[in-house]
T-cell receptor, first 116, second 113 residues
Framework: DAGVIQSPRHEVTEMGQEVTLRCKPI?????LFWYRQTMMRGLELLIY????????DSGMPEDRFSAKMPNASFSTLKIQPSEPRDSAVYFC??????????????FGPGTRLTVL | KQEVTQIPAALSVPEGENLVLNCSFT??????LQWFRQDPGKGLTSLLL?????REQTSGRLNASLDKSSGRSTLYIAASQPGDSATYLC????????????FGKGTKLSVKP
């Protein structure tokens, strides 16, 4: 398996623009997670899906952020409009069942977002 | 609210040295604890998962211990190698087995040849 695939790997945009990050989880995994990593705050969960349904989006910072999972093999994280404080590395991860007690999460390589 | 702390933030050692990385958490009612490795520009890779009923887990030169009552875990790396250079993060589930993972900010390890 190719692992979790994220695109783009790097994104540079200007404040106010819409940004869409993409993720393809490992085939057969039932859960998908979106994280954001910054120097100040470390790694934070934004949202997670189980069987394509959003389970917990309490980490989504505000209405400018939205995430979708239209099918088991694809998810998007959208920021509209983007702001400089959104600059971070965004990771997608998937796990077989989403039960953190026994499952481990497999992380993608991340998308480094820079908002100017 | 669960908080996870890792000290030190960075560590530099000569090759061959044995070393210990520390992780502490504020709520001892955890279900398990995981250690991850993150290489520059890459995602996280799970190294070890210790269930709350276990005291330690071993994988090759890595040994992770867990002391729930004191809210601490350590990751012991034996005979360190330059290839061990990476950032090591620990994480615990928030609020039980179904909880989201709460991560520490990591310890950046540099092993000098």
């Amino acid at each position: 398996d190719a692992g979790v695939i994220q695109s783009p790997r790097h994104e540079v945009t200007e404040m106010g623009q819409e940004v869409t990050l993409r993720c393809k989880p490992i085939s057969g995994h039932n859960s998908l997670f979106w994280y954001r990593q910054t120097m100040m705050r470390g790694l934070e969960l934004l949202i997670y899906f189980n069987n394509n349904v959003p389970i917990d989006d309490s980490g989504m910072p505000e209405d400018r952020f939205s995430a979708k999972m239209p099918n088991a093999s694809f998810s998007t994280l959208k920021i509209q409009p983007s702001e400089p404080r959104d600059s971070a590395v965004y990771f997608c991860a998937s796990s077989p069942w989403g039960t953190v007690s026994t499952d481990t999460q497999y992380f993608g390589p991340g998308t480094r977002l820079t908002v100017l | 609210k669960q908080e996870v702390t890792q000290i030190p933030a960075a560590l530099s050692v000569p090759e061959g040295e044995n070393l210990v990385l520390n992780c502490s958490f504020t709520d001892s009612a955890i279900y398990n604890l995981q250690w991850f490795r993150q290489d520059p520009g890459k995602g996280l890779t799970s190294l070890l998962l210790i269930q709350s009923s276990q005291r330690e887990q071993t994988s090759g030169r890595l040994n992770a211990s867990l002391d729930k009552s004191s809210g601490r875990s350590t990751l012991y790396i034996a005979a360190s190698q330059p290839g061990d250079s990476a950032t090591y993060l620990c994480a615990v589930p928030e609020g039980g087995s179904q909880g989201n993972l709460i991560f520490g900010k990591g310890t950046k390890l540099s092993v000098k040849p």
